[in-house]
């Protein structure tokens, strides 16, 4: 399969495992904590297609780099809605929902680069807690990070 093709499979994995993750919960934090940890869950589970999509889209570059900017896009977008849920996030920078899933991502990488796959969902916690922190604070965000019954 060409390149492209790898990567659209593999994000598709991808929004699948989060999309039923998110489907346990209403509550915005909850679907982010639920989120966070289906794709560190499938990066452990088939580190091939999180190589495809964390690593190998950047040296990749044409299509299939633009194909991975519009996955992180829409990641972010669905952050983005923390802003509605949360009055504090309405004074954030622009460009903090792209920062954030970038930075998962290059976590992810590194991990996988690295070789620590199975280790990935460990960081689960670490994540959500940073990924909420801007909308909700220390201590709420803290508090959905060491929620595991909210994660799914």
Do not use: H
């Not at 091939?48 to 194909?67: F, H, K, P, T, Y």
């Amino acid at each position: 399969m060409d390149p492209a093709g790898e990567f659209d499979r593999a994000a598709d994995a991808l929004r699948t495992a989060i999309a039923g993750a998110c489907t346990q919960t209403q509550r915005w934090p909850g679907k982010v904590a639920a989120s966070v940890q289906a794709a560190l869950g499938f990066a452990a589970r088939d580190p091939a297609a999180a190589r495809r999509i964390a690593l190998e889209s950047l040296a990749q570059g044409g299509e299939v780099l633009q194909r991975r900017r519009r996955l992180f896009a829409a990641m972010a977008l669905a952050l983005a809605a923390g802003r509605l849920e949360c009055p504090r996030a309405r004074r954030l920078p622009a460009n903090t929902e792209s920062l954030l899933i970038g930075a998962i991502a290059s976590l992810v990488g590194q991990r996988l680069l690295g070789g620590e796959d199975e280790a990935l969902v460990d960081l689960a916690p670490q994540v959500i807690e940073l990924t909420l922190l801007p909308y909700l604070g220390p201590e709420q965000a803290r508090a959905w990070a060491q929620r595991p019954e909210a994660w799914s």
